[in-house]
């Protein structure tokens, strides 16, 4: 790349115009510039690395709506009791101080793709030579029947960052004794596949401390769900008959919700709650739909690189994107964004590229001192990411190592959120 | 006679692992170490803070080596690690070994 660079600038004298066409900021001597939109995993951590690997070389801007981001990893340890919600969240000093990234906090409200210009909500545009999209998933109000924007505060959903998961928790230890909590989980796919198999763990705890004889039930879309065989044996160990998974085979389809009456209608029956968590169905973040990246729900990428299909100067991170085995992660998208922040400063600045390597691990709280965990590693295959290895806990595992993998955990916590916000 | 031969005896084995602790930095390239850390400053804090992760910043680069080597060859057993250490070449494992030699220890 350096030396395609130095070329075209030799021959910069007689092409000027075609050479400031194509790198126009190189050729004007101005700092290449990346805008990233949204400053959760995926964007934090890319805004991060081609801000500290470039060492000042390319401008970077992060449009991230709000000044603290409260992860969703951990937000079921927080309902759980095992958290604090103050300790899940993380402000972008961080990124501005020790990095130089300019970080706005306001709404992206389109991108101008020809332009190259993200306008934002208060009228303000930020240019880019390239664009990182790492908006996470808006909700689809229409997948279930009856649902709609206004239910968030009766059924929440806390499936994004943000206060949601207060009420939840305040709804679940608000519940009359021996109440019934219903979970209504999302279809496939979705961000973080065994979310909401672990929050309904951490829902048990809770209960089992104050409120022994409530029930929860699920009424899963899926007919399976990841870590299942774990999830359910320590179900039995721990809160034994007070979790019911109905599959979609036995209750037929949830056919209305009502967040009135509490009720959710099914063919097998009318469950009534004294407290539910309602996820529906998810598309990539509504920026990436209104920047043209988008085919039916999400983004597909480039395996190797991690540039949107629909345009070589978009760059689509974590949940938004269609990244195949890598499940939507807090990690995956942490991974795919040090592969997209190392070739972004290729382009940029002529730098090594080194090939694609992804990876991913999600750890998930059963009960105390329960933990379980599936991980991957991935490359870059021609059409999609493939997986190069993976691994998942035993069912016979010993409390030792059930315990020492909650401990990693909060090791992962810590080494995430650093790596995302310092 | 029994002195001399154990003075041999250490000779040898010091020179065994010396030779074998530059074959496990050999072609080691910190641009490239710092690239892949990338993958492992996800779990083990930048930092250096050890939450229920160990600290790797500041390992000694051949101890670094030999322990990668030993999750290769299952000599040392954690999943996460094996799946990492899996797919690590000799040369990419030396190259972590010395980028995180260069970082600065535990806080
Ligand atoms: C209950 C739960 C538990 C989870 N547990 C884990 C776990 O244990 N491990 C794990 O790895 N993952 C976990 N996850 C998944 C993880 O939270 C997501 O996969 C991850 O956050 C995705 O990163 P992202 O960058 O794609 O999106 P996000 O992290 O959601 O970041 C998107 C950001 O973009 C901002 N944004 C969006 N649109 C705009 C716009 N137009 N303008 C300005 N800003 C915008 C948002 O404010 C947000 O901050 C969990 C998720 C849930 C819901």
Known sequence: MVTKFSRRQF????????TALAMPSLAFGARPRVAVIGGGAGGATAAKYIAKDSKGAIDVTLIEASKRYYTCFYSNLYLGGFRSYASIGHNYYGLSVNRG???????????????????????????YDRLVLSPGISLKYDSLPGYSPEMHSRMPHAWTSGTQVQLLRS??????????????????????????????????????ERNPTAKIIILDPKPKFSKQGLF?????????????????????????????????????????ADAASVVPAQHAGSIAMAAGVTDGD???????????????NIYVLGDASVASSMPKSGFSANSQAKVAANHIRGELTGSRVYEARYANT???????DDGIKVGANYSAGPEKIDVVSKFVSQGDESADVRKATYQESIGWYEGITTDMFS | MRNL????????????????????????????????SGEC???????????????????????????????????????????????????????????????????
């Open chain 1, 101 to 127: 990234v300019n970080v706005v906090h306001e709404w992206a409200n389109s991108v101008d793709t020809a332009a190259k210009v993200v306008n934002l909500g208060h009228g303000g545009q930020v240019k």
């Open chain 1, 171 to 208: 709804k679940v230890l608000n519940m009359k004794k021996g109440g019934t909590f219903v979970m209504v989980p999302p279809p496939n796919p979705y961000r973080c596949p065994p979310g909401p198999y672990e929050r309904v763990s951490m829902i048990a705890h809770l209960l089992k």
């Open chain 1, 298 to 312: 999400w983004c597909p990428i480039n395996p190797a690189n991690m540039t949107a299909k629909a345009d070589p």
């Open chain 1, 362 to 368: 999600c750890w998930s709280l059963v009960a105390t």
């Open chain 2, 5 to 36: 031969w154990t003075v041999f005896f250490f000779a040898t084995i010091l020179c065994l692992s010396h030779a074998r602790a530059d074959n496990l930095l050999d072609g080691a390239d910190l641009g490239y170490g710092e690239y892949l």
């Open chain 1, 11 to 18: 021959t910069g004298g007689i092409l000027a115009g075609t």
């Open chain 1, 232 to 272: 359910m044996a320590g179900w039995e160990k721990h809160y034994p008959g007070m979790i019911d998974w109905i599959d979609p085979d036995t209750h037929g389809g949830i056919k209305s919700i009502n967040a009135t009456s509490m009720e959710i209608e099914t063919d097998l029956d009318t469950f009534k």
């Open chain 2, 41 to 107: 400053v996800t779990c083990h804090s930048k930092d250096g803070v050890d939450k229920g992760i160990p600290v790797i910043n500041g390992l000694d680069a051949e101890v670094f080596a030999s322990i990668m080597h030993a999750y290769k060859t299952g000599d040392m057993d954690h999943p996460v690690m094996m799946m990492v250490a899996s797919r690590l070449d000799a040369e990419q494992i030396a190259s972590l070994a010395v980028y995180f030699a260069a970082m600065p220890g535990t806080n």
